[in-house]
């Protein structure tokens, strides 16, 4: 082989060499950056790229994807000086990787380091009741601010989350007691609430009962009254038709009026409960006679037929020997 072959060889090596050195692929969701000399001229973006061999360079490969960086745990102090160890997650975007490969030095421990600062900074302005219950307030303040100043880095901050809030042994001891007594306390005020709520109840009901009791008896007496009225009604009525009866001369009238008021009183005396022996102001054979009255009475008004009707209600069956006729009756009429 000759000095000719061997250079020309040589000359096809190097050509080839150069074209693999000017051409670049970059691939989808990375941009890279190319220095000349070692000063940064552009941005080669995902695709079929050509730089000048030798003289340009690869800079920087920087990810364009969103990215999710841990928070390591670290101990915060609380506004009322109670100590928790929070733990977080952060996700971000680089818009430009230009200022992301040359505005900051480590990228990824630049924004661990930012965010856990201001982690300190918004959880120690908090109560330890508003750290635990305000997680999402946090993650919005701490969003904010690590969002302002990454932003000259070429970076976008998409979210911030605090994964684990842990207080000591002792404070989760204390808690724990404080709410079971704060349950116990809303069980005692709900169980007197039902028992106020049952006296309440319980009155109204006695007092619709002792209104409709009153009305009841209100309603007895309005009718008992109404009764009584009717009866003295009645009874005037009677003693108005005797006592025309009388004026008119008819005397049989009277004396059934006093007859009947006789034996009602009798019966009234008999059926007393109060009353084991009945001593008698009169004599017995004074009912039969006034039965004889009220008889000659119904003969004398309806005829023969009514006088045997009063007789056979007045008769009195006798087992012995015979009596005599009952003496006439004080209120039968005089012939």
């Not at 009063?310 to 087992?319: D, E, H, L, W, Y």
Request: glycine share 6%.
């Amino acid at each position: 082989m000759t000095g000719f072959d061997i250079f020309a060889i040589a000359l096809l090596l190097l050509v080839i060499v150069t074209l693999f050195a000017g051409v670049k692929t970059v691939p989808q969701g990375y941009d890279w950056t190319i220095e000349r000399f070692g000063k940064y001229t552009r941005t080669l973006s995902p695709g079929l790229n050509i730089i000048v061999p030798y003289f340009d360079r690869v800079g920087r490969k920087m990810n364009m994807m969103e990215q999710v960086i841990s928070i390591p745990e670290q101990e915060v102090i609380t506004k009322d000086n109670a100590t928790v160890t929070v733990d977080g997650v952060a996700f971000y975007q680089v818009f430009d990787a230009a200022k992301a490969s040359y505005e900051v030095s480590n990228l990824d421990q630049a924004i661990i380091v930012l965010t856990m600062t201001n982690i300190r900074s918004v959880m120690g302005s908090m109560d330890l009741d508003q750290v635990l219950s305000h997680r999402d307030e946090i993650n919005e303040r701490l969003l904010r601010v690590v969002d302002a100043a990454v932003s000259p880095w070429g970076l976008k901050v998409n979210r911030i989350e605090i994964k684990d809030i842990v207080p000591p042994a002792d404070l989760v001891e204390a808690m724990g007691r404080q709410m079971k007594a704060e349950r116990v306390k809303r069980a005692d005020i709900l169980q007197a609430e039902g028992q106020r709520q049952s006296e309440i109840l319980r009155a109204e009901g006695a007092k619709q009962g002792q209104i409709l009791q009153a009305e009841g008896r209100k309603e007895a007496a309005f009718r008992d009254a109404e009764a009584r009225e009717r009866s003295a009604e009645a009874e005037a009525k009677a003693t108005q038709m005797v006592s025309e009866a009388i004026a008119k001369g008819d005397v049989a009238a009277l004396n059934y009026f006093i007859a009947d008021k006789y034996i009602k009183a009798f019966g009234q005396l008999a059926e007393s409960p109060n009353q084991k022996i009945l001593m008698l102001p009169i004599e017995a054979t004074s009912i039969l006679g006034s039965l004889a009255g009220i008889g000659e009475i119904a003969k004398a008004t309806f005829g023969d037929a009514a006088t045997a009707a009063v007789a056979r209600r007045g008769s009195v069956p006798s087992t012995g020997p015979a009596t005599p006729p009952p003496p006439p009756s004080p209120f039968s009429p005089q012939r």
